[in-house]
């Protein structure tokens, strides 16, 4: 017996990747074998496993076989529910039952048999959301806030002292001199950190480079933690309805955004809402903040955080500094979202267009729903929710729990670390072509558009090392970076640059990845690579919203077609360090221009024909 289904195959799945609720989706397979007695279709729903059967039917239209020969199955399907639906084939002949589902380790793309129960293909069923605008087209840039740039001298030092009435007790914050100070940590034997350093970055040093990101065409500004913290990352959250003092005030912060809004730029702030510090108004360990900590059942925090018998508490990864909190405590949500004064809507309304969540899958989907709802509601729709998912978000499973972050009640987008590592792997010559398409277009297939093109693609991160240190100080290093820039700013999805990367900051990991920005030391040939990069995705709009077709050439070469009503672009990527390789396109257009050289390619008898030389990239671009 022989069956086949391919879900990027029109043929087999009539809509393509994922489905609008209450949409239908045509499903069909080929089953050939001497004594076929049934075919069933089972599909679910999430992770219920509340399964339903449908015998398939005959589609006399399809085939005019029999039953017993060559034929082929179909089920319309109702997609009833917005969550991931799932579903297989079970086959049955005469002497045994069989299972049809994805390769092992997919969602789809073809099938196969399997003698025993098989894994599901995936459709992501999603209500609509239009992103805004503003987010869709813009280029972001990701600032870890002590790091950027100091600012007014005279105001440093007014945030020092300011800074200084809070967390007397508990570890020590020094301030660190010479800015170009490489980062690092002093901890005790057992690698706990015994003191904080500070560099002494402000609000107001990223407002007065505001002009510099606006040059560079920046539409976006997404802030690691703003607010009061004990260290200098401030995941550890001590107030988050104050500015940290060091880095300035609310009216800093206001005037900030204000500034930036004027020059087309948008601010994102970072949501640390599932743990506080343990040096925190709310948890008060250190009594930084009055002789009640949260231990004391007396305190009005009390219920957020679970305590145990022997007086210890559940925290963050067990990191007793993090204190995790209880994100089901009405108290906790009003405080959070839901009152006229609570986090998200002050801050929205001090003028932020949105939040990143932090580890967003440790958070409740209710509690996800209800910042969704109130950033919509504050915004009028035109605010974003961006969530720290580290893995394909479509189907993450947390806890034992499969999220539904794309169903369309919760997250816009997500931080898209999957791509992160296909490119830097693929670059570096750790996974092939093949591979490189095989995760796209897994992304492509269970991402709703609105989530793909507003996907957080990013090269570094504050907890990841910077792209140059990942692809190595050698001699083909700038051809290396180069190579991921262009597929940054030309795949689907919003690009995110991490502060520095652009002047060629290089980091290990944390604390060397979150170094002060060279200022006055840039390196100026990565410079131009971001700018060339840049340009290509500002001035061509097929880059933004074009349509996004893969294709592979060989183990080396991999490409991809962005398509929209006006323009069309061809990008073309070889990664092999030795060979030049020939490239032999099909293609109905007549010509192309090269927008990366001054090259002009004729189409020749339904072909395009030109070298690609090692570590080389091509971005041929027509007009319609």
């Not at 994922?18 to 075919?39: C, E, F, H, P, Q």
């Not at 006399?60 to 997609?79: G, P, Q, R």
């Not at 170094?515 to 060339?532: L, R």
Request: net charge negative; with cysteine; glycine share 6%.
């Amino acid at each position: 017996m022989t069956c086949y289904h391919n879900t990027r195959n029109l043929k087999y799945r009539s809509t393509f990747g994922a489905a609008l609720l209450n949409s239908y989706v045509r499903l069909s397979i080929d089953v050939k074998g001497d004594d076929i007695k049934s075919v069933t279709l089972r599909v679910f729903y999430g992770d219920d496993n509340k399964e339903n059967l449908f015998a398939c039917e005959i589609d006399e239209e399809v085939t005019a076989t029999n039953v017993n020969s060559d034929t082929n199955y179909f089920y319309n399907l109702k997609l009833t529910e917005n969550k991931v639906c799932w579903y297989s084939f079970i086959i049955e002949d005469s002497d045994k039952k069989y299972y049809y589902g994805p390769m092992e380790k997919r969602t789809g793309g073809e099938g196969c048999i399997y003698e025993s129960e098989s894994p599901s293909f995936q459709i992501t069923v999603y209500k609509e959301r239009v992103l805004p605008n503003w987010y869709k087209n813009a280029i972001c840039y990701q600032i870890f806030p002590d790091r950027f740039n100091k600012g007014d001298e005279a105001k440093l030092e007014k945030n020092i002292e300011e800074a200084s009435k809070y967390h007397k007790n508990g570890i020590k914050r020094n301030i660190v001199i010479p800015w170009n100070k490489e980062p690092k940590y002093e901890t005790d034997k057992d690698g706990k950190i015994l003191s904080w350093d500070f560099y002494g970055g402000t609000l107001r040093g990223i407002e007065e480079k505001l002009d510099y990101l606006k040059e560079l065409g920046i539409g976006c500004i997404y802030l690691n933690p703003i607010f009061e913290a004990a260290s200098n990352h401030r995941y550890d959250t001590a107030n988050f309805l104050e500015i940290d003092p060091l880095l300035g005030s609310k009216e800093d912060f206001e005037k900030l955004c204000s500034s930036a809004k004027e020059k087309g730029i948008q601010i994102i702030l970072d949501g640390v809402f599932n743990h506080v510090g343990k040096d925190s108004i709310y948890f008060n360990n250190e009594k930084n903040y009055g002789d009640i900590s949260a231990a004391d059942k007396s305190s009005p925090y009390h219920e957020w955080f679970n305590f145990k018998e022997d007086g210890t508490y559940d925290s963050w990864w067990g990191i007793d500094d993090l204190p995790a909190i209880n994100e089901n405590k009405d108290s906790y949500k009003n405080f959070i979202y839901k009152d006229r004064n609570s986090v998200v809507r002050t801050w929205l309304k001090a003028g932020a267009s949105g939040f990143r969540l932090d580890v967003a899958d440790e958070l409740p989907e209710d509690f996800i729903k209800g910042i969704k709802e109130t950033i919509l509601e504050e915004k009028h729709n035109d605010g974003i929710l961006i969530g720290e998912v580290w893995e394909d978000a479509s189907n993450k499973i947390s806890y034992g729990k499969l999220r539904n972050y794309f169903a369309g009640d919760e997250l816009d987008a997500v931080m898209n670390y999957p791509l992160r590592s296909c490119l830097i792997d693929f670059i570096n010559k750790k996974i092939n072509a093949y591979d490189v398409y095989e995760a796209i277009m897994s992304l492509k297939e269970n991402y709703p558009d609105y989530a793909l093109y507003g996907s957080l693609n990013l090269l570094s991160s504050h907890d990841r090392e910077r792209i140059l240190t990942m692809l190595g100080v050698s001699g083909n290093h700038y051809a290396k970076l180069w190579l991921a820039i262009l597929m940054q700013m030309t795949l689907p999805g919003v690009p995110c640059i991490y502060y520095g990367d652009e002047v060629g900051l290089l980091g290990e990991k944390d604390p060397k990845n979150r170094a002060t920005y060279p200022w006055g030391s840039e390196n100026k040939d990565v410079f131009n690579m971001y700018k060339n990069a840049i340009r290509l995705k500002k001035d061509y709009s097929v880059f933004t919203d074009g349509t996004f077709e893969p294709f592979v050439i060989d183990v080396d070469l991999f490409g991809y077609i962005r398509e929209n009503e006006t323009e069309k672009a061809i990008v073309l990527i070889n990664t092999n360090y030795n060979l030049t390789k020939r490239i032999h396109l099909e293609s109905k257009e007549t010509s192309y221009e090269n927008l990366l050289w001054d090259m002009h390619i004729d189409t020749v008898d339904g072909y395009i024909n030109f070298d690609l030389w090692n570590y080389g990239s091509a971005v041929l671009y027509t007009k319609k």
